[in-house]
């Protein structure tokens, strides 16, 4: 039988939408690698009512271990300890060494803007955030909040509690050691074992690989036992499966059946990512980028991971055409023949980045992101695409993508990766 969990995510800046949720996301997939089913995520405001509704759900639900993220701060309005603490029959009581630390790490930091650490709301604060359900073990802050793990109730009605911060950071930094506290060691030695591989492809339907899994849960035994989900993002189709080892056959059996029907779009079966690829396949060489339409995002995306600058050496983003002749050297007579989004035109922007900046292999763009600009010939969502690379003849190709101005800006730049990962692969 399955561990399950839920995750609470409080904040009312979070329910209107003022603040993006990062917490819930990224607990899901924790706990997921230690092999617990994640049920449930829900977002609640500030309000012990709502709060206690949200756990109360949870609870309804057969859930094994709720993680609730935020409400843990010294104001009035930060009020999670305190409302899982009633709806658990649990007292708060003062940890007199948790009020010292705490007190410590707030001294440190006020002693840097040369503020007083011993006023009264502000000593209210610390008092309060080291108050600790009984019975309940507290987590060491990473930043001024401490966590706070709960047991399960003795009826089990009530599911054992991991209370984390909010900020993501702090919440990141203590998880390492929430995960090793009694009440949630306890409930994760109950799971078992899960593997989870990823399969990536460009180039590959929805439908088209819906049919095919339809097939393999006909003619593999033991699909059953795989849960498999998809996801269509930014022009790539991933599928994740998730599995006990028992499964691994099958799994197998599966991955062989799509290898076999979409071997020419998979490009990735070990979960590594379009962005992991051009990477490894830069190594020894070196990149520039030349983008109109795409406006840099080629190369926020190659410089987006840590030691890019082994091989990223610039990029030129020549939006307007006497950009692209007066920094990339396309000749104004080949634009006013050809147009600027136009084959020639995306040849001789990625041949100009290649030269001028000095490097092995370059990449270009030049189409119409919309909402205007299109015509019949050339209509919204036209973007054309060059590889130039040294002493190669260079690559080019023609898109028309669909969406919005941000979806085409998006899918151009999957497009452009997926270009450079061809032609950077290695030759036979």
């Not at 009512?49 to 104001?75: E, H, K, N, W």
């Not at 030691?307 to 030129?316: D, L």
């Not at 690379?389 to 190709?397: C, G, I």
């Amino acid at each position: 039988m399955s561990v399950r969990a839920g995750v609470v995510v409080t904040g009312t800046e979070v329910l209107s939408g003022r603040v993006s949720d990062r917490n819930g996301p990224w607990v899901a997939q924790r706990l997921l690698e230690l092999g617990v089913d994640v049920a449930h995520i829900t977002v609640c405001g500030d309000r012990p009512d709502d709060l206690t509704a949200q756990l109360r759900f949870l609870a309804d639900q057969r859930m094994d271990l709720i993680v609730t993220t935020g409400g843990l701060g010294p104001t009035a309005d930060d009020l999670t300890v305190a409302t899982v603490a009633a709806l658990y029959g649990r007292e708060l009581q003062l940890d007199v060494e948790l009020e010292q630390r705490i007190q410590q790490i707030v001294q440190r930091w006020r002693s840097r803007l040369s503020s007083s650490t011993d006023s009264e709301p502000l000593l209210a604060g610390i008092r309060k955030q080291a108050m600790v359900p009984q019975g309940a073990q507290s987590i060491p802050p990473t930043g001024t909040a401490p966590g706070v793990a709960i047991p399960a109730s003795d009826s089990g009605m009530l599911p054992a509690v991991l209370i984390l911060p909010g900020p993501p950071r702090e919440l990141q930094a203590m998880w390492p050691e929430a995960v090793q506290t009694a009440t949630v060691s306890r409930v994760l030695a109950r799971s078992t074992a899960v593997r989870q591989d990823t399969i990536r492809a460009y180039g590959l339907s929805e439908a088209d690989l819906a049919a095919t899994l339809r097939t393999a849960e006909r003619e593999v035994a033991g699909f059953g036992d795989l849960e498999i989900t998809t996801c269509l993002r930014q022009g790539e189709l991933e599928m994740v499966t998730r599995y006990a080892e028992s499964a691994a056959a099958a799994y197998a059996d599966v991955a062989a059946l799509i290898e076999k029907h979409y071997g020419a779009q998979v490009f990735s079966t070990d979960g590594s990512t379009i962005d992991d690829i051009v990477a490894s396949r830069l190594t020894g060489r070196r990149i520039a980028t030349a983008e109109s339409c795409t406006g840099g995002m080629i190369a926020a995306r190659l410089t987006d991971r840590a030691g890019s600058s082994a091989y990223v050496i610039g990029a030129v983003v020549s939006y307007a055409n006497e950009a692209k002749t007066e920094l990339l050297g396309v000749p104004a007579e080949v634009i006013e023949q050809h147009g600027a989004v136009s084959e020639p035109v995306a040849a001789l922007m990625a041949e100009g980045a290649l030269n001028r900046v000095g490097v092995d292999i370059a990449v270009s763009t030049s189409g119409i992101a919309g909402p205007g600009g299109g015509t019949e010939l050339k209509p919204v969502g036209t973007v054309c695409f060059a590889i130039a690379v040294r002493d190669q003849p260079t690559v080019t190709r023609t898109l028309r993508l669909p969406g919005d101005r941000a979806s085409v800006r998006s899918l151009s730049t999957t497009a452009a990766m997926h270009m450079l990962a061809d032609a950077l692969e290695p030759t036979v």
